[in-house]
């Protein structure tokens, strides 16, 4: 009996790793960067350090005016370099989707690292969970200008059905996610008309059909206060959701149900947007978003279902 129990244990065992592996051989990663030569080295060392190493990492040049090229082809020629002349990091990602070899996609933006364990961990999670799942994100460290961070309540990730929250915020971190690229290719890809918020949009249109699954461990270290972050350069980033949100209705990408609260976070940004532009004395944004505001208001009855 304790023969055959350790000979089903060893079965077990064996049956496991083959299963790992054979998920373990299909991770592709996908890095967009711009003029980010020392972050970007930081962020490769933390993916060549996982205990489960990807298949492919895959580099995408936003068009970086430094040493970016020259370090990854010169330290890391097994890395696929490529260049990307659309400006826009949804562009970059886009290019590494569609080029990756592999099952599933893990993002991680130049300027973040990721623990050692992230990718092994997310696959264990694919592994054992009960239901077929697409989606898997995990928690993170946030850093600014070297200071820890404690992250608000709002900003607290969760998994499963994730659209009521993806509607308020972006809820999920690009850097933390690891998606089967069969996702991409049933949503569509990263919309880069956007500017910015094109992960949130993103977001939405998939949590809309798939529900997330969710690892409560940090296992991304998220740095911010950069110069270059995009969140720096544009004001009021509810401008840009609200264009995401008035293209996923109009688009009929959203259920009924789902359109009601659309419709509902819909009129609220626009609210905020119109407050912060008269607080700025911001005339021309006041009037653009109070002319989009009485537009949507007048289709009131289209969003009120019994």
């Not at 690292?113 to 694919?126: A, D």
């Not at 350069?233 to 109009?250: C, L, T």
Request: aromatic share 10%; proline share 2%.
């Amino acid at each position: 009996m304790i023969i055959l129990s350790h000979l089903k244990k060893d079965l077990k065992t064996y049956i496991e790793e083959m299963l790992f592996k054979q998920n373990y051989e299909s991770i592709s990663v996908v890095i967009p960067t711009l003029n980010r030569c020392s972050l970007l080295q930081r962020a490769i060392e933390s993916v060549l350090k996982q205990t489960l190493v990807p298949s492919e990492i895959i580099v995408v040049d936003n068009g970086s005016t430094d040493d970016t090229k020259k370090m990854v082809c010169s330290l890391y020629p097994n890395i696929n370099y490529l260049t990307e002349e659309k400006s826009g990091v949804s562009a970059a990602r886009n290019k590494g989707i569609k080029i990756a070899k592999s099952d599933w996609i893990a993002f991680l933006d130049s300027d973040d690292i990721w623990e050692s364990e992230k990718l092994e961990k997310q696959l264990i999670s694919y592994i054992n969970h009960k239901t077929e799942i697409r989606f898997i994100h995990t928690n993170e460290t946030w850093i600014r200008n070297g200071k820890f961070l404690n992250q608000m309540k709002k900003h607290q990730k969760s998994g499963g059905n994730l659209f009521n929250n993806s509607l308020k915020l972006c809820c999920i971190s690009p850097s933390s996610s690891m998606i089967k690229k069969k996702v991409f290719e049933d949503h569509g890809f990263f919309d880069e008309k956007l500017k910015v918020c094109e992960d949130y949009d993103m977001w939405i249109r998939i949590t809309a059909k798939e529900e997330v699954a969710y690892l409560s461990e940090p296992l991304v270290i998220k740095h911010g206060g950069h110069e270059d972050q995009l969140s720096k350069k544009y004001w009021g980033m509810d401008r840009f959701r609200i264009e995401s949100i008035e293209k996923n209705i109009n688009d009929n990408w959203f259920s009924r149900e789902q359109n009601k609260l659309a419709y509902e976070i819909l009129i609220k940004k626009l609210n905020i947007v119109i407050s912060g532009a008269n607080k700025r004395s911001n005339k021309k944004v006041f009037e653009e978003y109070s002319e989009k505001l009485g537009s949507w208001l007048s289709k009131s009855n289209s969003f009120q279902y019994d």
